[in-house]
């Protein structure tokens, strides 16, 4: 631990940190816009210059190891000036339709105009890059909102290990580029979504979200991945139930850092082919007398290779019926033959309650320890 | 833009497999400047000029090949080769017209000889005259500021350039290039 | 009889058609039989005369200038009188002396790092070694490396490149790492319009720009070096494979060096075309392979540079000033410049002036020295207007400065930069506003993009500066250039973006009028911007 | 997992083996890509060239089926050049002698002629690994550092084959010979591939074992949980009596319902017609069945088998936790609402349960007011989980053992002393898979994931993005075999094993050696599993070997470009 001063507050910071590190720790905010706590220092955004006694001209926090003694001011009338010139610079090569923008509420350049009062820029307006790529069903790139910050760069680099993007050209050319200006999907890019996550512009939005409500609209509700056995905390964004957008939040497996089933792929939740009441097979339907059509041949079709019509193989019953069958031709089955000739099968994909409340059915109620789980497969 | 206003993205059309766009080993020359520089961490702009040597200009397969062979991502090569002036992905005209806009040159009337190039060859800076002979760049400084202003020529530097030199200069070069097959 | 000719075969000569001269030479020395052989070698410095030629007959020079192709014969006739040929005209001689001081542009300079250009043949090690080549580096490695470090410290040789840190404490801090692999960069990406003095020192003289690459990595302990040169130097780049080789050959680089236990070896890479290579933490990110932004410092490159290895990066003239150390000792070389700062200046000197060229001075003589006396003036009637030092990172001066000396700290307090030797001077004829639109044209184009200030600041600027030379500027665009002029270059990430406003706040604070013309009057005094004829 | 996910960060040499992190694991491999970029060293052993293998100083592609021969050829290398770690043998193992010995016939040259990968491969592998060597240690080969932290990743291709268990030892045996295991950023650590399956295993879903992994064999287990689950306490003692038996495991249970020995099943979210081996064999077995419920979400190719399905809500629509492969127990909220009359599996559990305790006169207390309450019964029944509870899992996630309200979990495990005590080598010995290829079918099939989809199908399938990158099945071929088939990259072609065949569409390139095939097998329009057996189970953990079956390739006659399907009987 090093014990430096900010703004006049003594502020101990652990090996390693970095002034801005410090600041933030201690619950001082500094404004920035290329930084992100998982990535590599940058640089680029000069919004988090502070002055620090000894030198002479800013240093930016991000960049800078916090260090014993020393003297940091992170607000001053000279700063603030600073740092609006900044802004209003990257204003004019920022277009400003925050009343229709889909970050409006979550864009990081519109938080820090509305704090340096900025409605406009008191530059000529000038936006250099023109591309509008979303030749993929994961994310729009519409590149004139970007800001060249490189978090999506640098989290496609340094964390996925893709590296399917790199700054292309250089100055006021300069855009983030596939390679020849390919599709994403002709890049090693695995549409984990990272880039979208870390982006603090509206130059990275998932498709899936466009014209489906604006941040305030949302209801954001953390919970865990349901795919392979990472177990990621995801925070799900949702409108009136329905799934808007997903994103890490800085759960302890992940970071908020994701892959691209768990930000892409919840669409199955809201899905028309979700089961909505119990089904009894058709055969069995209509010898109780449930239904009058005779079963159908596809009954005895093998289901692998083919996807039946609603309907074709089962019918809708009430639970009631379905849960009174079970329960008798169950029942029926282990009084004949004992209840080793009954097997239960758990679930990796259900929580622990339900494989805790399965065992303790087939073992309790049944009498029988032919429980397994797809663990061995 | 993405907002609710242009909302209806539709669907881009279901992705085809592309298969390997370079099934075939790479031709043997390329194959040649690869092999030089294998497993080595300092080469990627000495990769790209071997190429570039090689060709007149970067083709796009074979920076392809580089990142394959070489390991190095794709994306990289291709922001490095953006990013320095002397990479080019298009062939090049025969004769490389360089005007120096270095200070002296520029003080010592460059703009005036741009733009005469510029209207004699009828092409705009970057570009490669329709038959393929020239092409017109300009380039901050060449280091010959004593003899300002400097007109290069397919790597010959030409001081004291007028706009009037600089024409029959390149009507000269046109004229014996035009003569060749 | 022992007779040389010498014909300096440098870019710049080259551009004169000095091929074509040492050519003719050749055929009219086999023709006419004389016993005389021919030699190329690089640039004596009065580019303003080339085609030079010497012609040295027992320990007399006479060097000739301009001697083009068709000159070549009648001078090779006339200098050794053949057939009764009548003797050169006077007006082609520069100079008789071998010290050339005859000849007003030679008197006042002091050559030390280009005391072998054009004088010898680049291409030849035995010329160095004749020269006394490798004489410093020999001495240096009987020395410990910590008094290698210690003579170039007391020498006082800061930084030629342009910032002028401390030669020695940047060895210093280098060698002190940890680390025990460590690399040596040679910069040699002269990137400023205006400047050739690195390209005209290893283009004459490679073999001293290696030797002090090699007396380096021993006063530091590195291992590698690079010798990072710009690619539109290609016969530079020559030269230094070439002396690289002969330098392997003949022991000074490799293992083992001259039984010394030092291992050294350089690489040459060539840069791509990026202005902002020359900055050190880009120019390392160009040789690891990725594109030429810099990066924050710290951590500096001597602490963690080349893939995070303690890197040691000077410019090439720093490194050719380092053999004369060891062999003339640091206070003699202290002694040639000030109190501050010792040693000798490369300039290259061009624009509007009688005699331009590659001109090295002490430490310390005035700007009026360096372009009256050295470059004898304005030419063509003209008056002096301004001299722009230091490339795009620089500033403009007026008259009422000539007198400040040239030296980091007083060419700092007038607004410009020492930088790394660049001086174009302009008489009446040409527009200041025009110039400064000309330079931020330059640093606009050359920015990484990187950083905000610089990638979209310097692009506000130009349009304000380009609106002005159309005759459409008001007022207030002044103060808003010189307020986004303070926020490029206090918040800039590197020195590019820090320095791209110097040649617009000097023009505005010595040259305010010709901006007042432009916006007030719509009129250009000098008539260079177009649009307002 | 012993150790933890974000522990990988800081490892300095990484063991990939059978794991395709990248596509199976894509967040876990982003922590073994920030080791790399701070410097770790990576080696990959996998016949395929995985996305992981960009990243890796070493890359050792044993021939399909091998890899154990080089396991034992680094064991050797690191016990004859002396890389062992002594103090940890000595002071925390037992029956090294015996491995000594056993290794001696092992030498990294006789390892390298079992499994192609060349002898000096074979050591550096085993140096870096042992020593846990960064890269720039690795390559500067200066004054040796302290040893660093090395860690195993494995996945499938170690578990999925006929001798699992025994491979597992000996990855064991490299951790503990090294002592690269109970420190920080070491260890031996299974990547789990489903959501839950840590949890399913933790909550007694197994024939041997209760919640928190008490014997079913032992009476004071099965009368602790028989008192608990009793409806009242009296009856306890008296009537609820819990089966002593070991059950069957799975692929025991579906042998033995094809053979009617099993007469009813009941299957809760699990779409074996597609996950499992010898999807023929499956099939017989569903429909030799009575009774057969599944409780699903959507109608999976099993779920159309079944008599009863049971409309379940999914992972969105209901509270409870799931336990991830590094023993961290998180909590789940719902964000929707279930469809339909969907409720959520342990509510209809207790329905279901309610009501067969009434006919088998065995009534047990189902009253839960919510899936907390029923994790309240696991902590009081299970010490492992004693400390765990709803509650404390809304602001943290847990790795058990969490044994007591004020535990804070266990980031990784084996930091005293092994479970038993002191860890034992076991000598173990390279096996052959099950079915060789031969003639007919000369080609080695593997199975496994792909970075856009999951299991069978039925989630992923459904979500728009996902099935839109990757629609369709396909085969990887060395260009090699393709060639040999006719098989042009791109085209349809034919893979067929003894027990099926598929039609997919050819992808050829250098992802795979020669002599291989892999298939990705989430595609019901052309099950992978069609082609694999149930044979030659692990005989300790029962698994399928499903990354080795013999098949062969060929070409399709009339050609549809993207076509793909599956077939049951091998075509003629």
């Known amino acids: 631990m090093v014990a430096l001063t900010i703004d006049g507050r003594k502020v101990e910071a652990g090996a390693g940190s970095t002034v801005l590190d410090a600041a933030l720790a201690a619950g001082i905010e500094i404004p920035r816009l290329c930084h992100h706590p998982e990535l590599t220092a940058w640089g680029g955004c000069r919004l988090c210059l502070v002055e620090v006694e000894g030198q002479q001209a800013p240093v930016p926090s991000c960049g800078l190891a916090a260090a014993a003694g020393m003297v940091v001011i992170t607000h001053s009338e000279q700063l603030e000036a600073h740092r609006r010139e900044v802004l209003d610079l990257l204003l004019s090569d920022h277009p400003l339709n925050c009343v229709i923008c889909e970050k409006a509420g979550a864009c990081d350049l519109q938080r820090y105009a509305y704090e340096f009062g900025l409605s406009e820029s008191s530059h000529e307006k000038e936006i250099a890059r023109k591309l509008y790529q979303d030749e993929n069903a994961f994310l729009v790139r519409d590149h004139q909102y970007c800001i060249l910050c490189t978090r999506c760069v640098r989290v496609c680099e340094e964390i996925v290990g893709a590296s399917a993007i790199e700054v292309a050209q250089r100055g006021f050319e300069a855009f983030v580029a596939t390679p020849f200006d390919a599709p994403l999907v002709e890049t090693p890019c695995t549409f984990c979504g990272n880039c979208v996550q870390v982006c603090p512009t509206a130059a990275l939005v998932p498709v899936d979200r466009i014209g489906k409500g604006r941040e305030w609209d949302l209801t954001r509700t953390r919970t865990v991945c349901p795919y392979c056995g990472t177990g990621c905390g995801i925070e799900v964004a949702t409108r009136g139930g329905e799934i808007v957008s997903v994103s890490g939040y800085g759960a302890p497996a992940n970071g908020e850092f994701l892959c691209t089933k768990g930000r892409f792929g919840l669409g199955f939740v809201g899905h028309p082919d979700r089961l909505r009441r119990p089904l009894i097979r058709r055969d069995l339907a209509y010898s109780l007398g449930l239904i009058d059509t005779p079963p159908p041949a596809a009954l005895g079709r093998s289901p692998l290779g083919r996807s039946p019509a609603a309907g074709e193989t089962h019918v809708e019953v009430d639970w009631e019926i379905a849960l009174d069958l079970v329960a008798d031709r169950l029942a029926a089955v282990v009084k004949e033959s004992g209840p080793d000739a009954f097997a239960g099968i758990g679930s990796a994909l259900c929580t622990n309650e339900d494989n805790y409340i399965f065992q303790k059915l087939v073992r309790g109620v049944i009498g029988t320890n032919n429980v397994d789980l797809c663990a061995r497969v | 833009m993405p907002s609710a206003a242009s909302g209806t993205t539709a669907r881009p059309r279901k992705t085809v497999y592309l298969g390997d766009p370079l099934a075939e080993p790479p031709p043997p020359e390329l194959l040649a400047i690869l092999e030089r520089h294998r497993g080595r961490g300092d080469v990627l702009v000495t990769v790209l000029q071997q190429i570039q040597a090689q060709y007149g200009y970067l083709p796009e397969r074979s920076v392809r090949y580089a990142s394959r062979e070489l390991g190095i991502p794709l994306a990289r090569l291709y922001g490095v080769a953006t990013f320095y002036n002397q990479f080019r992905f298009t062939p090049p005209g025969r004769i490389q017209l360089q005007v120096c806009c270095g200070t002296a040159c520029h003080v010592g009337g460059a703009p005036a000889i741009v733009e005469r190039l510029k209207a004699h060859l009828q092409i705009a800076e970057n570009q490669t005259t329709p038959d393929g002979i020239f092409t017109l760049q300009t380039v901050f400084c060449v280091g010959c500021c004593s003899l300002a202003p400097v007109v290069i020529a397919s790597g010959a530097a030409h001081g004291r350039m007028t706009p009037g030199g600089a024409e029959s200069l390149v009507r000269d070069l046109g004229a014996a290039e035009e003569g060749r097959p | 009889m022992r007779s040389t000719v010498k014909v300096g075969t440098s870019t710049c000569g080259l551009a004169t058609g000095a091929e074509a001269t040492f050519r003719a030479l050749q055929e009219a020395v086999s023709e006419t039989g004389l016993a005389v052989s021919t030699q190329r070698t690089g640039c004596l410095g009065a580019c303003h005369r080339e085609p030079l030629v010497e012609i040295v007959v027992d320990g007399a020079h006479v060097l000739y200038g301009p001697v083009t192709a068709d000159r070549a014969r009648p001078l090779l006739e006339g200098h050794f009188t053949l057939h009764g040929a009548p003797p050169p005209p006077e007006d082609w001689v520069v100079s008789r002396t071998p010290d050339r001081r005859d000849y007003a542009f030679f008197a006042p300079q002091v050559k030390v790092t280009t005391a072998n250009c054009g004088v010898i043949d680049p291409l030849s090690l035995e010329d160095y070694l004749a020269a006394g080549g490798y004489e410093g580096l020999r001495r240096a490695l009987a020395m410990s490396p910590e008094a290698v470090v210690a003579a170039v410290t007391d020498g006082r040789l800061r930084g030629r490149g342009g910032a002028g840190y401390p030669t020695g404490l940047k060895w210093k801090i280098c060698r002190s790492q940890p680390d025990p692999l460590k690399y040596l960069v040679c910069n040699a990406d002269e990137g400023d319009p205006g400047a050739f003095m690195d390209r005209t020192l290893i283009e004459g003289d490679p073999h001293r720009v290696l030797e002090g690459m090699i007396i380096a990595a021993h006063g530091i302990g590195a291992r590698w070096g690079y010798a990072y040169v710009r690619a539109e130097y290609p016969l530079a780049v020559k030269h230094l494979e070439a002396a690289i080789a002969q330098a392997r050959d003949a022991g000074y680089l490799g293992t083992d060096i001259l039984g010394s236990g030092l291992d050294f070896d350089v690489i040459v890479k060539e840069g791509a075309g990026a202005f902002v290579c020359g900055e050190e933490t880009a120019l390392m990110h160009s040789i690891e392979g990725r594109r030429g932004t810099p990066r924050m410092r710290p951590p500096y490159p001597a602490a963690s540079g080349l893939w995070g290895h303690p890197t040691n990066i000077n410019n090439v003239e720093s490194y050719a000033s380092v053999p004369s150390i060891m062999t003339g000792g640091a206070e003699w070389f202290s002694s040639l410049g000030t109190s501050e700062s010792g040693g000798t200046k490369t300039f290259a000197l061009a624009g509007a002036i009688q005699r331009t060229g590659l001109v090295e001075v002490p430490i310390g003589v005035s700007l009026r020295q360096v372009i009256f006396d050295v470059g004898g003036g304005i030419r063509d009637g003209h008056s002096f207007k301004a001299v722009q030092i230091g490339g795009p990172s620089g500033g403009c001066l007026p008259e009422c400065l000539l007198d400040t000396p040239v030296d980091y700290g007083p060419l700092r307090a007038t607004g410009a930069i020492m930088g790394s030797g660049g001086m174009v001077v302009v008489d009446d004829t040409t527009c200041m506003v025009d110039l400064a639109r000309y330079f931020l044209s330059f640093t606009q184009d050359e920015s990484c993009g990187k950083c905000i200030p610089c990638r979209i600041g310097t692009r506000k600027m130009l349009g304000i500066l380009t609106k002005i030379t159309r005759g459409e500027g008001d007022t207030a665009d002044l103060d808003r250039l010189q307020q986004v002029a303070h926020t490029i270059h206090t918040t800039s990430l590197c020195g590019l973006g820090q320095t791209a406003p110097n040649p617009v706040l000097t023009t505005l604070r010595y040259f305010r009028d010709e901006y007042a013309a432009h916006i007030h009057d719509r009129h250009c005094p000098a008539g260079t911007c177009t649009a307002l004829r | ?572």
């Open chain 4, 1 to 572: 997992m012993t150790n933890s996910i974000r522990e990988i960060r800081d490892t300095d040499c990484i063991l990939v083996i059978g794991s395709n992190t990248g596509e199976a694991h894509p967040v876990i491999s982003y922590e073994v890509v920030r080791a790399t970029r701070r410097g770790a060293t990576l080696i990959v052993i996998d016949p395929r060239k995985i996305s992981l293998t960009r990243h890796a100083a070493l890359h050792l592609r044993p021939a399909p089926g091998t890899d154990h021969a080089l396991y034992l050829g680094m064991l050797n290398a690191i016990v004859t050049r002396g890389w062992l770690d002594r103090e940890f043998v000595g002071g925390r193992t037992e029956g090294f002698e015996a491995l000594a010995a056993h290794l001696e016939a092992w030498a990294p040259e006789v390892a390298a002629a079992a499994c192609g990968v060349p002898a000096e491969q074979i050591v550096e592998a085993a140096r870096l690994y042992a020593l846990g060597l960064r890269r720039t240690a690795a390559e500067g080969g200066e004054s040796a550092p302290p040893r660093g932290a090395s860690t195993i990743l494995y996945g499938m291709g170690i578990t999925e084959r006929s001798n699992g268990t025994e491979l597992v030892k000996t990855l064991a045996n490299l951790a503990m010979v090294t002592g690269q295991i109970g420190r920080p950023s070491t260890g031996v650590n299974p990547l789990r591939g489903q959501v839950n399956v840590q949890g399913g295993c933790d909550m007694g879903c197994l024939p041997n074992v209760y919640p928190g992994y008490q014997q079913v064999a032992d009476p004071a287990v099965r009368a602790k949980f028989a008192r608990a689950w009793a409806q009242r306490q009296s009856q306890a003692g008296r009537e609820l009596t819990m089966p002593e038996a070991p059950g069957l495991t799975f692929i025991e249970m579906i042998r033995a319902a094809a053979d009617g020995r099993i007469r009813a099943m009941y299957i809760m979210g699990q779409n074996l017609m597609m996950t499992n081996p010898d999807a023929t064999l499956m099939e017989r077995a569903m429909r030799s069945l009575e009774f057969l419920v599944v409780q699903e979400i959507f109608l999976t190719e099993t779920a159309q088998l079944a008599h009863v399905v049971l409309p379940a809500a999914s992972f969105a629509e209901k509270s409870g936790t799931f336990t991830n492969t590094e023993r961290r127990m998180q909590l789940i909220r719902p964000f929707a609402r279930p469809p339909g009359e969907a409720r959520p599996d342990w509510a209809i559990l207790c329905e279901v349960g309610r009501r067969l305790g009434r006919r088998l006169r065995r009534p047990l207390r189902w009253a839960y007011g919510s899936a907390a309450e029923v994790m309240r019964e696991v902590a009081a029944l299970c010490s492992i989980f004693g400390g765990i509870t709803h509650e404390r899992l809304e602001t943290v996630g847990l790795q058990w053992p969490c044994p007591s309200p004020e535990h804070p979990g266990t980031l990784f495990l084996h930091a005293e002393q092994f479970s038993r005590g002191r860890g034992r080598f076991h000598a173990t010995s390279p096996a052959p898979p099950f079915e060789p290829t031969d003639d007919a079918y000369p080609l080695v099939l593997s199975t496994g994931r792909i970075l856009y989809h999951y299991n069978g199908g039925p989630m992923t399938r459904r979500a728009a993005p996902l099935d839109w990158r990757e629609p369709r099945a396909y085969a990887e071929i060395h260009p090699d075999d393709a060639a040999r088939a006719g098989v042009r990259d791109g085209q349809a072609c034919l893979v067929s094993s003894r027990r099926g065949s598929i039609r997919v569409q050819a992808r050829v390139g250098g992802v795979v050696p020669p002599g291989m095939i892999y298939v990705p097998f989430h595609f019901r329009e052309a099950a992978a599993n069609l082609l694999t057996h149930a044979d030659g189970l692990d005989a300790g953990a029962k698994t399928p070997e499903f990354k080795f079956a013999a098949v062969r390739l060929e070409r399709l006659r009339a050609e549809r470009s993207g076509a793909a399907g599956g077939s049951h009987p091998p075509p003629e």
